[in-house]
Structures are given as C-alpha cells and as structure tokens.
Nanobody
Framework: QVQLMESGGGSVQSGGSLRLSCSAS???????LAWFRQLPGDQREWVAG??????AVFADSVKGRFFISQETANTLYLQRTKLRPEDTAMYYC???????????????????WGKGTQVTVSS
C-alpha cells in the first residue's frame, strides 16, 4: 500500500514559478513516482517521471520548463518555471511498482494516486 499526498499548488501569474511536493508513505515494496495533470473532462496527462533507465523524463509540453528532483525515495518535487495559462490543471502524484518499467507514461501503469493539488496560472 502506498499513500501519496501532494502540496504546493496555488495561483500564479504567467511566467511565474511554483514547486509541487509529493510525499509518499509505503508499507513495503519499491515504487517509482511520477507526476500527471488533468483538466476537467480530460484524461490524465503524464507530465514527468522516470524512464526504464531511471532518468528523469518530461512531456514535450513542459520540457525545459519543468524539473523534478527526488530528495528521498519517498519525496518527489516538481519545480515548474515559466508557467503558462495552459499549465492550469489539477496535478497528481502517482506511484507504480518498480518492476513495472514499460509504458511509464500511461496512467494505467500506476496503482496509487494522490488527491491532487490545483494549480491555476493567470495571464
């Protein structure tokens, strides 16, 4: 079992920065964390995470503006810079079992989700 909690959301003006945090607590097992986002009525979109080589990877829409860092195995940050109005969404932290290495961009690969934190970017 994995419990995830996101924090750090809020409102920011276009061009600003915001850092999101994901805190994970587990009862055992190895998990890999990632960030997704979702607009109302849309599917969840993968934003950032780690590929099979354990390298940080990013969606094209955020590459060069978003960065991730993992302070510990259970804490993942998403540093977002140069924010745009289209970055407005609910942001979710998700966890998948470490042995599940394929299709790391697919929400179906992730078993656990936080409740999300809302980010609003105004123009």
């Amino acid at each position: 079992q994995v419990q995830l909690m996101e924090s750090g959301g809020g409102s920011v003006q276009s061009g600003g920065s915001l850092r999101l945090s994901c805190s994970a607590s587990t009862s055992g097992g190895n998990y890999i964390l990632a960030w997704f986002r979702q607009l109302p009525g849309d599917q969840r979109e993968w934003v950032a995470g780690f590929n099979t080589a354990n390298n940080a990877v990013f969606a094209d829409s955020v590459k060069g503006r978003f960065f991730i860092s993992q302070e510990t195995a259970n804490t993942l940050y998403l540093q977002r810079t140069k924010l745009r109005p289209e970055d407005t969404a609910m942001y979710y932290c998700a966890a998948r079992p470490a042995h599940r290495t394929n299709s790391y961009r697919s929400p179906q690969m992730y078993d656990y989700w936080g409740k999300g934190t809302q980010v609003t970017v105004s123009s």
